[in-house]
């Protein structure tokens, strides 16, 4: 029998797609360059729709065509070596997809490589580790919309599907819109993991509770308007007991988290479009400092901390304030999505990209069901915080976020992702920012010029100077 797709790259993610594939009555041809690798993952869950294959010969002879090949190795380089490979293996109309991590200006330029071949190239973004991958994740496909056609009753099989049925896999847009979909994700994604952990700091800081009253307050959370997988997930985390040590996992890991490099491909990309994307941008800079060895070296003074005296509402507060700060996380990752799609003519639909993040992804949130019914209402929203209902969640809870913030700061507990959220709010309604000082600082040193709230025109000042440089 020919097979419906090959994948190549049989590691956690790959072997956990081809599988899922397979189970929706797909024939697959399985490849890894390891050929024990191969082996291991046929013996490890035999599969009839799951065949190994040994060579990337064998691989070509044994699909159907126009083939479709799925790429399911590391990111960067690899891919590149890859595509060296297959090009010469393959026929015009064939379709290579590629489902790794892999930078969205990389897959813009491999699109353009393989069309000139007549190949299709499909940037896959892929969303929920290993059990997504295996039994249904958030699939955000980028390529030409003729090819989608061909591989959409695959990736929808598979795709993880929300409560109403709708499976989490839609079209993108055109060359890398798909990747750079799943790095915004990812950038949410640290936002919002960075929200959850500085209200768990807070809560044990100021509020003074152990994590299990922790775990409770977040199992309790998520069955309301935070419920999502990261608070599922932390809820449980905190319940973990360790089994090398007396107590809880969670206080015995090291207070240094790590990175792959997508949350702050992010931020970078925020910065060239020139979108204020304060709280990725916070998040990854968090990430940096815990893991500096300067950190714990510096005798730079400590608050005493004040305890909350009603730890009840305390909590309260937190819980509504990492709520409106989760809101605006995903308003800054929404607004950089919408520039994206002008400025590289990608015409993302943005309830559809709620949509697919609903079920099977990271940041899965009952929220987004709230963003795709403000796209819904103005497919043109050019901030989610212009909505009417998301400006009225945020006009009755502002002030939970600013008392977690300032109890957090008062308290000596780091909160760089909740204050970006609180200063991007204010920003945002309007609130004097003092740009007026800047544009008269740069014009008094630099002649840079300045516009006046008063008359139309550009001004520059002689500015009387008692300062020399
Ligand atoms: C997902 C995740 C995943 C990512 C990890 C690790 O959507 O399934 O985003 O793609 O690799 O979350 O990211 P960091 O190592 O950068 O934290």
Redesign the pocket.
């Known amino acids: 029998i020919l097979c419906d797709i090959g994948v190549i790259g049989l590691s956690v993610m790959g072997r956990g797609l081809a599988r899922n594939i397979a189970d929706h009555g797909f024939q697959v041809a399985g490849f890894n360059r390891n050929p024990d690798v191969t082996r291991a993952v046929m013996e490890e869950e035999p599969n009839a729709n799951l065949h190994p294959v040994f060579s990337l010969t064998e691989l070509m002879a044994s699909l159907k065509k126009p083939r479709r090949v799925l790429l399911m190795i590391k990111a960067g380089d690899p891919v590149d070596q890859m595509l060296d490979q297959l090009i010469p293996l393959m026929e015009s109309g064939d379709m290579v997809l590629d489902g790794g ?1 892999s930078f969205f200006a990389d897959t813009r330029r491999r699109a353009e490589r393989l069309s000139a071949h007549g190949l299709h190239y499909f940037g896959v ?5 290993e059990t ?1 991958a295996r039994f249904g ?2 699939i955000m496909p980028g390529g030409n919309r003729e090819g989608y056609a061909q591989i959409a009753p695959i990736l929808e099989a598979i795709a993880a599907k929300t409560e109403d049925g709708a499976p989490c896999c839609a079209y993108m847009g055109p060359d890398g819109a798909g990747h750079f979909v ?1 790095m915004v ?2 950038g949410i ?2 936002a919002d ?1 960075q929200l959850i952990a500085e209200s768990y700091l807070v809560l044990k800081t100021v509020g003074g509770f152990e994590n299990h009253e922790i775990a409770d307050l977040f199992a309790q959370w998520n069955t309301g308007e935070l419920r999502s997988y990261l608070i599922g997930i932390t809820a449980d985390v905190l319940r973990e007991a360790d089994d090398l040590a007396e107590g809880d996992l969670v206080d015995h890991i090291e207070d240094a ?8 491909w992010t931020s970078i990309e925020a910065l060239h479009q020139g979108i204020d994307l304060s709280m990725i941008t916070g998040a990854v800079g968090a ?1 940096i400092l815990s893991g500096d060895p300067v950190r714990t070296q510096a005798d730079l003074g400590t608050p005493v901390v004040q305890l909350a005296q009603d730890r009840a509402a305390f909590a309260e507060t937190v819980r509504e304030g990492l709520y409106i700060g989760k809101l605006i996380a995903y308003a800054q990752g929404f607004a950089m999505l919408r520039d994206a799609s002008a400025r590289y003519e990608w015409s993302l639909d943005l309830g559809s990209i709620a949509s697919v993040f609903r079920a099977g ?3 899965q949130a009952a929220l987004l069901g709230d963003i795709m019914a403000a796209f819904a209402r103005n497919p043109d929203l050019s901030n989610l915080l212009l909505d009417d209902a998301f400006a009225a969640r945020v006009r009755k809870g502002h002030p939970s976020l600013r008392r977690t913030a300032a109890q957090g700061i008062c308290n000596g507990v780091p909160m760089p992702v909740m204050t970006s959220a609180v200063s991007y709010l204010d920003g945002l309604r309007g609130a004097p920012v003092g740009a007026n000082l800047i544009q008269a600082q740069r014009d008094c040193f630099g002649a840079h010029t300045y516009r006046r709230t008063d008359r139309e025109g550009v001004f520059h000042h002689e500015w009387g100077q008692s300062h020399e440089r």
């Open positions: 991590n973004g892929v969303s929920g580790g997504g994740p958030a799943k994700h990812n994604e640290y993991m988290a790590g990175q792959k490099g997508t949350g702050r990430r992804c990271i940041i």
